[in-house]
């Protein structure tokens, strides 16, 4: 149990356009998802915290007019970076926590890889 | 403040046992977790432990907490080719549940 996926896993994209990142929990209600962005050989750095129904919590420095998240089921919230850039290639991560759990353990999608041309 | 440490790089022969160590600063965290993640891939949970808690077992892997050192560790028993990959350390904190994760440490198994 606890399965998080994200689509697509991996998107080359021209300077300019927009990038739509879904990431779904399969088989359990998610109370949150988080979004985490990864450059090579670094650790994950939390972007946005985001609870269904409400506004994403954004971490500072990151742009929330940029990165929109839009979290519209227990299960599904999408990342979509606007007007990408080459800075913005990046492994982009997704994370969820289990509804029906009382720790806050948060269970990861595989990532997906975004490169902007 | 949330502030995680690890070291870097540690190489293991297969069949060996690895330890991976963590530091973190903010004693009031609830829960430790370990992650693993494999080239390209996301991050996989392996084992958290609860703050009030010394050690945990989970089969190959051990978990010890010392809470006074705020020193956590990562004993890998009988060291397996498929446990190469970046091993992450994180704590989350009551009533708060983002996540504070370290740099890192990169274990490369040798057969």
């Known amino acids: 149990g606890a399965v998080v996926s994200q689509h697509p896993s991996r998107v080359i994209c021209k300077s300019g356009t927009s990038v739509k990142i879904e990431c779904r929990s399969l088989d359990f209600q998610a109370t949150t998802m988080f979004w985490y962005r990864q450059f090579p050989k670094q650790s994950l750095m939390l972007m946005a915290t985001s609870n269904e129904g409400s506004k994403a919590t954004y971490e500072q420095g990151v742009e929330k007019d940029k990165f929109l998240i839009n979290h519209a089921s227990l299960t599904l919230s999408t990342l979509t970076v606007t007007s990408a850039h080459p800075e913005d290639s990046s492994f982009y991560i997704c994370?969820?926590?289990?509804?029906?759990?009382?720790?806050?353990?948060?269970?990861f999608g595989p990532g997906t890889r975004l490169t902007v041309l | 403040g949330e502030d995680v440490e690890q070291s870097l790089f540690l190489s293991v022969r297969e069949g060996d046992s690895s330890v991976i160590n963590c530091t973190y600063t903010d004693s009031s965290s609830t829960y430790l977790y370990w992650y693993k993640q494999e080239p390209g891939a996301g991050l996989q949970l392996l084992t958290y432990i609860f703050s009030n808690m010394d050690m945990k077992q989970d089969q190959r892997l051990t978990v010890l907490l010392n809470k006074k050192d705020k020193h956590l560790s990562l004993r890998i028993a009988d060291t397996q080719t498929g446990d190469s990959a970046i091993y992450f350390c994180?704590?989350?904190?009551?009533?708060?549940?983002?996540?504070?994760f370290g740099k890192g440490n990169q274990v490369v198994v040798i057969p």
């Open positions: 994370s969820a926590t289990h509804a029906d759990l009382s720790t806050d353990t948060q269970y």
């Open positions: 994180a704590e989350s904190y009551y009533g708060n549940n983002r996540l504070a």
